[in-house]
């Protein structure tokens, strides 16, 4: 399945070298230990709005949007330097396959992408699953349009029969990174069913309803109201760490999910092909150091990822989807960001 995620977001804007102010620059963002070159690659279009992105494990680093004043703020967990990312265990913004380690520590190659329509980055690489000797090539492309809309598309092929759950896990607040937590964000997933967790925090292969548990939020919900402890769910993972099915339609891009933090009125807007959106509310979160000098504690972030749902009973990497050679994965997601 092929994802695109779509932000809309807003930072200062930059000159250009095509007619509708989209521009892409990049500089070095620090070498890994193997001592090869990262880079750190902005993209702007021409109402201000930037997006920053390294090619090591293809993290979005940062992300600016506009309150209801219009000031902005980056919005993205994270760190502000490579060595960060190199040397802390949170898994900030990086691509990702089932059990994190497989696209680990990549650094992508890269295509540079600027039309009149969009500018942007095409990551591209090959990694090897030694366990299973299987080899898997992975394309993702950022987009930024003039829309507001940042793309993000995933495809991976193989060369042998195996599984996917490949996904890019951005840690939002919406408050601004740093400023306190997510519990005050008001909440609304479009899924009427929900994957609950086994003790070992495993999402179970049977759906349940949401009706009449904390997993409803059918309707605007703040977070807060909903994270008890004394909710068996909610105590398993000290928060969110679920998967929902959402709700289907006609729309090609059907809406997952929708936030809105009430003090600044942004808010953050998902759609996505996927049959499922992950969210998860920052539980592991302790006092991590993060950009500026801000602290990361727990509930101090979320992400609303896209994931496989509804795939047949039995199937033991759930929610990874079965993935044969002459086979493409891919999938849409679409995150928007404006102001009330």
């Known amino acids: ?152 598309e995933y495809a991976v092929t193989t060369n042998k029969e195996t599984t996917i759950d490949f996904a890019n896990d951005i840690y939002f607040n919406l408050s601004g990174q740093g400023e306190g937590d997510i519990l005050g964000h008001e909440m609304l997933i479009n899924a009427e069913s929900y994957y609950p967790l086994d003790e070992t925090l495993r999402p179970l292969t049977e759906m349940r309803n949401v009706v009449g548990t904390p997993m409803n939020y059918t309707q605007p919900t703040t977070l807060r109201s909903r994270m008890t402890e004394r909710e068996e769910q909610i105590r398993l993972a000290s928060g969110y760490q679920h998967i929902w099915q959402i709700e289907e339609t006609d729309e090609s891009l059907p809406l997952a999910a929708r936030v809105l933090e009430p003090s600044t009125k942004r808010v953050l807007e998902v759609r996505t092909t996927a049959s499922g959106i992950w969210f998860e509310t920052g539980n592991f979160l302790d006092g991590i150091p993060g950009k500026s000098g801000k602290v990361y504690e727990k509930h101090s972030g979320f992400t609303l990822t896209a994931r496989n749902a509804g795939l047949p009973s039995g199937n033991v990497d759930f929610p990874a989807a079965p993935l044969l050679p002459e086979e493409a994965y891919t999938y849409t997601t679409v995150y928007k960001f404006f102001a009330l």
């Open 1 to 152: 399945m092929l994802l695109v995620a779509v932000l809309c977001l807003g930072i200062v804007g930059v000159t250009t070298e095509v007619a509708t102010a989209l521009e892409l620059t990049k500089e070095p963002f620090g070498e890994t230990p193997q001592a090869t070159p990262v880079e750190l690659y902005t993209l702007t279009n021409d109402n201000g709005i930037e997006v920053q992105i390294t090619n090591y494990e293809g993290i979005v680093v940062s992300v600016m949007a506009p309150d209801q004043d219009g000031n902005f703020e980056d919005i993205v967990l994270g760190y502000d330097t490579l060595n960060g990312y190199l040397q802390r265990d949170p898994y900030f913004g990086g691509i990702h396959d089932r059990g994190a380690e497989c696209f680990r520590y990549v650094v992508w190659d890269v295509e540079e992408v600027v039309t009149d329509e969009h500018v942007g980055l095409e990551l591209s690489t090959e990694v090897e699953r030694k366990d299973e000797e299987c080899r898997l090539f992975a394309t993702v492309t950022y987009l930024l349009n003039n829309d507001n809309e940042l793309e993000i």
